[in-house]
């Protein structure tokens, strides 16, 4: 999986929850991919993808922002 893809699964994720999204959770999306050879996304590419997220929607009328339980 390309970022360009995991960025919109994260965005989806994070906008059709209710509660706020820990790294862990978010890392669970992206577990057992359907590709043998495809790599698991680790946690330091979910933290860059989520910053990108939160400057690419500051101009929108949500914002991201991180909490003590999540994202």
Known sequence: MNTTEAKKVLETALLCTHEALSINDLKKLFAGGSEPEEEAIDTDAIKVMLEELSHDWSER???????????
């Open 61 to 71: 009328g949500v914002e991201l922002v991180s909490l003590s339980t999540g994202w």
